[in-house]
């Protein structure tokens, strides 16, 4: 990549860092000691996630009928969340490996604690397919191990079971990409390392990296193979997702425009999970300097540009729903909108569609407490958005006497609450073990877009020629 | 702030003798095919025009939308290419009044909703599902959106172009900070508009099917058709001695668009098929049953010119970096689509009229070339009236530093 950038362009790390003090504010976190509000946030997590074990053990102690399920909607908060969990995952392979090949130079400072959202919000959406199961000491069933069970093979016609290998494929492409990013940054903490308890456990982890220029030459090369690898799953992960239903023929379910609509959607609240957590990140950690306005202007944008590709999908569903003239689909999408559930619906609507339109106002994409304000109405807003699709699309069945609503019990309830210890505990404890910004790599910007060159650049006579 | 003043080689580009007559002999090939079409009355007519039009007036738009994406996205790379596209959505000035024509002169050989007393119960040839969607399926409003089309689309690529050039002469960033509004509005509205398109003049020709994957199916073919035809008018600039600034790393990053969106496009096309296959819903399937049944070299030539094809020749990094791939890729891609494209409009057409009986004949391909002809002689006269490379663009300085 060139070190040549347009005077278009804003540092993408201000407060004029030297090399050195970039690796100080990176590692202090790790070497220094946990102030009182991560001890704060650490506590009322491990809670949540103490809540989340009971309530998970009385499911599977006592059986699926605990749930608020019944005869007509047999899926609900179950899939509602893994679908909610498995969408916030999405930013953070788009940001590493879309924004890569797009060489976006601001994906550095985010794509870090992005990536490792993706990973533990995956096994939070595993562990509701788990939960579901009823029997989940035979989770093993929807792999192709059929040879041991004699005759019983996987239904490969099935989308459950692409599902097993979309998501599986996922996690673990993922977790390399994240982890062989790491490499370099562990290697830089055993470096500095002062106690012997740090240099064992960090050159455990480092994995031997010296960082030569065979080392980094392997490393770009890997990046580069990775992010080809996750590009397309990026993508499949969340069609194969939407075949769970597109694939069956219930109105509501049933459309084509699923797939690139729910992927969509994915990235929309996998952003919208990023300004959320980065928003206090940079504040507890004091990363400011390389999370800059810009930074969280440019995730805005994505927001933007998401939810209003989602936003053309719903009306293209509505609107379709009418034109094909086939009742049962017009009123699937009737009842969505001003049936029973019309709360959900407009919830939805509100979160996802209207207000993210706001963030084309460039001042409110620059305003922090807008911004979290907003990136917490997008969650809730996509949260609604799974739950109106399975919900409001089963709860009328085509038996008019089999009409039913849903409520939840306690013990949904108390899994989805407990699921954000399940994914917090560990985010948090990445945040004190972990570089949540990729140090290395981020210095690879050094020479072009740091607050420095563009003084120099501003002042320079050549106009925007810097380093050239 | 100053941006850098750029001294070009060889920037302007002149329309010889020798192209205008190439371009002139395919429009007299394509005046002819259809004369002798109509001379004969063949039932595809009316379809081959419109399959023809409709090709290369994605082309231009989706050209439109990616000069607009540069500006909205802040792209770098590109500025040296940009007068490419910028050239290529001219042609949206004329395929768009040719597009009113053929639909108000040939809808009724098109359209089955269109055909009389069709929404009228006392009528013989009544149809519930259709007198369902007249609505929004009826001529006065199928017209005025269609002149909405034209008046945004229009719109759009006037005012981009009109700003690049004026910063030619102007500098300074203020007509690039307009732009980018000029090019924000029109991405939303192209959001909008392109799938709304997409429904009325191809997808209302089957009245009876319906998908809602389909008009982001028919964009994603009319982008890597844009994306492809720009790869081929930097390779023959090139060929000419012209844009020494742009380098097989434009090149590169062209090849690398239209080999992502080829992908995309299959993604799109499978996602739509096995949705429809897998259902087995009767009101769906008949659309990919009729074409299994009639016009199976047509569907399976498309996917693999499409798909297979761009996939296997464009995967390396040499490849992409090469005239002749790219020459010789890009014109399978652009018959791929054109197959595709063949795909979504002929058999609805014949079907309305009882008939199955497709043809890929010096008809159809006559017609292509004729608008082809009138393509290239577009493009190639705007590229004649400014500089090549852009002037004062603030990206400049990226773009002629791109190395990847």
Redo the contacts between chains.
């Keep these: 990549m060139s070190n040549v950038e347009s005077a278009l362009r804003p540092a993408l790390i201000t407060g004029d860092k030297t090399m050195h003090q970039i690796t100080e504010d990176i590692c202090r976190p790790i070497e220094g000691k946990a102030n009182k509000y991560w001890w704060m946030a650490f506590s009322v997590s491990c809670a949540a996630l103490l809540w989340w074990i009971i309530c998970v053990s009385y499911t599977v102690g006592t059986g699926l009928g605990v749930w608020g399920l019944n005869k007509t909607v047999g899926w609900a908060w179950d899939i509602t969340n893994f679908v909610w969990w498995v969408g916030i995952g999405h930013a953070g392979t788009l940001i590493s490996a879309i924004l890569l090949l797009f060489r976006q130079k601001w994906r550095l400072s985010i794509n870090r604690s992005a990536e490792a959202m993706t990973i533990f919000a995956v096994i939070c959406a595993a562990s509701f397919i788990v939960a579901h199961m009823g029997r989940p000491w035979v989770a093993y069933w929807p792999l192709p191990l059929a040879n041991q069970f004699g005759s019983l093979w996987v239904n490969f016609n099935s989308p459950l079971v692409w599902d097993v290998f979309a998501i599986s494929t996922y996690f673990s492409v993922s977790l390399v990409f994240w982890y062989s990013g790491l490499l370099p940054d562990f290697a830089v903490i055993r470096d500095r390392a002062k106690t012997k308890s740090m240099k064992f456990w960090y050159t455990l982890l480092s994995f031997g990296w010296s960082g030569t220029a065979k080392n980094w030459q392997r490393f770009e090369e890997m990046s580069l193979v990775l992010a080809g690898l996750s590009t397309p799953l990026v993508l499949s992960v969340h069609s194969v997702v939407s075949m769970d239903f597109a694939t069956s023929i219930i109105p509501g379910w049933h459309t084509t425009i699923f797939p690139p609509y729910f992927v969509a959607g994915a990235i929309f609240s996998g952003f919208a999970m990023v300004q959320t957590l980065l928003i206090i990140v940079r504040k507890v950690l004091g990363m400011e300097d390389y999370i800059t306005m810009y930074h969280i202007d440019m995730m805005n944008r994505i927001i933007v540009v998401t939810g209003s590709i989602v936003g053309v999908a719903y009306i293209t569903e509505f609107f379709i729903a009418w034109y094909s003239g086939v009742e049962y689909e017009s009123y699937a999408f009737i009842n969505r909108a001003t049936g029973p559930y019309w709360w959900a619906y407009w919830s939805m609507m509100t979160c996802n569609v209207i207000s993210p339109q706001l963030f084309w106002s460039a001042k409110l994409r620059r305003n922090l407490t807008f911004t979290f304000f907003m990136s917490i109405i997008v969650n809730i807003g996509m949260w609604f958005e799974r739950f109106v699709i399975i919900v409001t699309s089963l709860h009328r069945d085509y038996v008019p006497s089999s009409w039913a609503m849903f409520s939840p019990t306690w013990v949904e309830m108390g899994i989805f609450i407990g699921s954000l210890g399940l994914f917090f505990v560990p985010f948090l404890l990445f945040t004190r073990f972990f570089p949540v910004i990729a140090m290395s790599e981020l210095k690879t910007i050094f020479h072009s877009s740091t607050s420095q060159v563009k003084k120099q650049q501003a002042e320079s006579k050549k106009g925007d020629l810097v380093n050239g | 702030?100053?941006?850098?003043q750029v001294e070009t080689t060889n920037a302007t580009y002149v329309f010889s003798g020798r192209s205008k007559m190439i371009c002139f002999i395919l429009m007299a090939i394509g005046i002819i095919s259809i004369i002798a079409q109509f001379a004969t009355h063949y039932e595809q007519a009316w379809a081959n025009i419109l399959h023809a039009n409709f090709f290369f007036m994605g082309m231009a738009l989706c050209a439109a939308f990616f000069v607009a994406v540069q500006y909205v996205a802040?792209a770098?790379?590109s500025a040296n290419i940009m007068r490419i596209p910028e050239a290529m959505m001219t042609w949206l000035y004329v395929a768009m009044p040719v597009m009113i024509i053929i639909l108000i002169a040939g809808g009724h050989h098109i359209y089955h909703w269109m055909h009389d007393g069709i929404t009228d119960k006392a009528n013989p040839h009544y149809d519930?599902?259709i007198a369902?969607?007249s609505p929004?399926l009826n001529m006065p409003f199928f017209y005025l959106r269609l002149i909405a089309y034209t008046a945004i689309w229009c719109w759009g690529a006037y005012m981009l172009r009109k700003l690049s050039i004026a910063e030619d002469t102007e500098g300074g960033?203020s007509n690039y900070f307009k732009a980018t509004k000029v090019a924000?509005f029109f991405v939303?509205l192209f959001?909008?508009t392109s799938?709304t398109a997409a429904?009325d003049i191809i997808m209302s020709i089957d009245v009876?099917w319906?998908?809602?994957?389909?008009?982001?199916y028919t964009f994603a073919g009319m982008f890597i058709t844009a994306l492809t035809g720009m790869a081929m008018w930097i390779v023959y600039l090139k060929s000419k001695g012209h844009l020494e600034e742009v380098t097989e790393h434009h090149l590169h990053d062209v090849g690398?668009f239209m080999f992502?969106f080829s992908?995309?496009w299959t993604?799109?096309w499978f996602?739509?098929y096995?949705?429809?296959w897998?259902?087995n819903?009767p009101?769906e399937v008949v659309y990919f049953r009729t074409r299994l049944d009639y016009y199976r070299w047509p569907l399976w030539i498309a996917v693999f010119l499409n798909f297979v094809f761009p996939f296997l020749i464009l995967m390396t990094r040499d490849a992409k970096r090469k005239f002749f791939i790219l020459v010789f890729g890009g014109t399978i891609i652009l018959i791929g689509h054109w197959l595709d494209n063949f795909n979504m409009i002929i058999p609805g057409v014949l079907s309305n009229n009882h008939s199955f009986h497709w043809h890929i004949g010096l008809y159809e391909i006559g017609t292509t070339l004729g608008f082809l002809g009138g393509f290239l002689y577009m493009v190639h006269s705007k590229l004649a009236s400014a500089v090549l490379i852009r002037k004062n663009h603030?990206?400049t300085?990226?773009s002629?530093?791109?190395?990847?």
């Design positions: 702030m100053k941006n850098i802040r770098g790379w519930s599902i369902g969607k929004y960033n924000t939303i959001a909008v799938s429904w009876h319906y998908s809602t994957m389909f008009g982001w690398k992502a992908i995309f993604y799109l996602a739509q096995l949705l429809q897998y259902s819903i009101e603030p990206m300085v990226e002629m530093h791109h190395a990847i």
